[in-house]
């Protein structure tokens, strides 16, 4: 039987919201520049569209399994398929190329300093709890998928 489940302070998408929230304020104040403007345009919604899908994919993967997406909630099966044949937290990652994408698209390099800085906040105080509760769960099964598939990329 699962322990119960020790929630992080926040959740990813309001770590990453605030950071970017944060970083485009220090944007207002000391911009920092370094793109041309057609890569911006192009290259800053390319990665936004494939963050997007891939939040979008990976919440489709766990439906498929008949588990849960909520960290809260309990995990009924353990979802090695789809893209999390490639990343134990798609989701989450997808998130950050979000982010990153929107540092493109505004170049601004402080949203993907923030991005950055949002990404080891959710590794410590997040997905090491998640893990926790996933191998409490899964066991054995668990410690294998975490040999074969990497945390993030």
Do not use: C
């Not at 998408?13 to 057609?38: D, E, K, N, Q, R």
């Not at 909520?70 to 999390?84: E, K, N, R, W």
């Not at 170049?107 to 959710?122: Q, S």
């Amino acid at each position: 039987m699962p322990q119960e489940f020790q929630k992080p302070f926040a959740s990813p998408p309001a770590i990453f919201l605030v950071s970017l929230i944060i970083a485009i304020g220090i944007g207002l104040l000391w911009p920092w520049f370094i793109l041309p403007w057609p890569v911006q345009l192009v290259l800053g919604p390319l990665i936004i569209f494939a963050g997007v899908r891939l939040v979008l994919r990976s919440i489709k993967d766990i439906e498929t399994a008949g588990t849960t997406y909520d960290p809260y909630g309990i995990s009924t099966a353990l979802v090695t398929t789809g893209v999390y044949r490639h990343s134990r937290n798609p989701g989450y990652l997808g998130v950050a190329a979000v982010q990153f994408g929107l540092a493109v698209l505004l170049d601004n390099v402080w949203i993907l300093v923030a991005g950055l800085v949002a990404a080891i906040v959710t590794t410590i105080f997040v997905i090491r709890l998640e893990e926790r509760k996933l191998s409490d769960s899964f066991g054995d099964t668990y410690a294998d998928y975490k040999k074969r598939v990497r945390r993030w990329l």
